[in-house]
């Protein structure tokens, strides 16, 4: 089992992982300081906004990813989103970190166009390969203001880092870290050091070991998988 650590900043609020749609409806009206007073048409919106993060909920469990979180805040007066997640997969990348990176950043450079860039660095938890671009995304209706489905450009930065066989994991696993934020100009400023933190901040230990240079996470210290 590998435990994973890292630091996120406060203003990242995680969502729950393989919830239950009663959890996640407890969650919504959280965070929907209005649900109280809610008229009916607003409170069946509210629920159809909890069925659909109920299934992303399950969806994310199911596929690796172990920690979830977005973002809501102003930066320079004006209000900016994000979202960060955080995923294990099974990779049988070899003995070889650093052979795994050079062909991650070639693969995907390849996959992805001239509009992305990436590169092989050597991070405080090993050998990363790092990517930023941009996505475009279809938001469907219920998240929208007038109902209607529109196509969303996102400002993207990944991150895939080989895990280390110390770690529990043999060469096996490979960590994934994902960020996007539809507020493409706030990328350079705001989000940018964001996830050079979050990534100089990721740990693995396998279980039961401790890191004496891991920085504590917010919120939630540690992930397993």
């Known amino acids: 089992m590998t435990h994973i650590s890292f630091s996120v900043p406060v203003e990242f609020e995680e969502m729950p992982l393989g919830a239950d749609f009663d959890d996640v409806w407890v969650e919504i009206r959280r965070r929907c300081v209005r649900a109280s007073t809610a008229t009916k048409v607003e409170q069946n919106e509210l629920a159809e906004l909890a069925r659909t993060l109920h299934k992303v909920s399950r969806f994310l469990d199911k596929v690796g ?3 979830a979180a977005d973002c809501a805040h102003m930066f320079e007066g004006v ?7 955080v995923a294990v997969v099974e990779f049988p990348y070899g003995r070889n970190a650093d052979t795994a ?15 992305w860039a990436g590169s ?11 990517f930023t671009g941009g996505q475009a995304y279809t938001v469907p209706s219920v998240f929208t203001p007038n109902g209607e489905p529109i196509d969303v450009l996102t400002a993207q930065f990944h991150a895939i880092i080989p895990i280390p066989a110390q770690a529990g994991v ?17 990328w350079e400023r705001c989000y940018a050091p964001i996830m050079v933190s979050v990534l100089r901040s990721l740990r ?4 039961g070991q ?8 917010a919120p939630g210290e540690g992930r397993e998988r």
């Open 210 to 217: 401790t890191d004496a240079d891991a920085e504590p996470t």
């Open 170 to 186: 043999d060469g096996q696993h490979m960590c994934l870290l994902a960020f996007a934020t539809p507020n493409i100009d706030h």
């Open 120 to 130: 092989a660095i050597e991070a405080p938890c090993g050998p990363s390969a790092v």
């Open 65 to 67: 990813v172990v920690y």
């Open 79 to 85: 209000p900016s989103t994000g979202s960060l997640a």
């Open 204 to 207: 693995f230990s396998e279980e």
């Open 101 to 115: 990176v050079r062909g991650a950043v070639r693969g995907i450079l390849q996959s992805r166009g001239s509009e």
